[in-house]
């Protein structure tokens, strides 16, 4: 059964640092990995999706790997701002997404 | 274009009745997921239609939850009779093509508290 990880669980950084979350997944067969934020109170807004054929997919400042061998994708954010604070979700799976509780990011003014 | 929607947003019932919640995917996407998050967990999958055909219901916790996608188009989602461990957010996302290449969209979920 797919079990994701996610690393660190909360994260407070001061704004303009650039900042690493990490994933892991146990299961390797996997199709797809998306990463998603999620505001409080609101649903999960798609950042980036990483098919498994992928090594890394980027949309203007956020950047995502994948590496399927060691079961692994982490999300990079640059230059952070105070409206990247949110939690990050990522989900992994071949059909439906085995997700983890993710990383709560605060982004210090 | 409008995203998935779900309705209610929130949801307050006393045990041992009966709810219905209301999934409307993207138009034009032929994929639909259920997903559930219990307090303090992760987003766990309920069970996943293709059209109105159920793809996989290997997420669904026991028989008091049924899923319906008549005409593959809104599905519903109804607990009965609901139970205090049903308490959650219930999401739904959809996808436009082939389920392991396409990215899922979700919508706001359904707040559902079972007192």
């Known amino acids: ?28 067969a996997i199709y797809n990995l998306q990463w998603f934020r999620q505001d409080p ?15 890394e997919q980027t949309s203007g400042r956020l950047n995502a790997s994948l590496d399927k061998s060691s079961g692994r994708s982490t999300l990079y ?14 989900g992994a799976g071949a059909n439906n997404l085995f997700f983890g509780t993710g990383t709560r990011l605060t982004v210090i003014p | 274009e409008a995203g998935v929607t779900q309705f209610p947003s929130h949801s ?10 209301r ?10 997921y259920w997903y559930r998050r219990v307090m303090g967990k992760e987003i766990k999958f309920l ?13 669904m916790p026991n028989n008091r ?28 996302a959809s996808t436009q093509t082939s389920w392991y290449t396409s990215e899922q969209f979700f919508g706001p979920g359904t707040r559902l508290t079972v007192l």
């Open chain 1, 41 to 55: 109170g609101k649903g999960l807004t798609s950042l980036l999706l990483i098919q498994s054929s992928q090594r």
């Open chain 1, 77 to 90: 954010i640059a230059a952070s701002q105070p409206g990247d604070s949110a939690t990050y979700l990522c």
């Open chain 2, 65 to 92: 939850f049924l899923a319906e996608r008549t005409g593959g188009t809104y599905s519903t989602l109804k607990v009965q009779p609901a139970e205090l461990e049903d308490s959650g957010v219930y999401f739904c």
């Open chain 2, 23 to 32: 999934c409307d995917p993207i138009s034009g996407h032929d994929n639909l």
């Open chain 2, 47 to 59: 069970l996943h239609f293709v059209k109105e055909s159920k793809q996989d219901e290997s997420g």
């Open chain 1, 1 to 28: 059964k797919q079990e994701v990880t996610q690393i660190p669980a909360a994260l407070s950084v001061p704004e303009g640092e650039n900042l690493v979350l990490n994933c892991s997944f146990t299961d390797s």
């Open chain 2, 12 to 21: 307050v019932i006393e045990k041992g009745q009966t709810v219905t919640l």
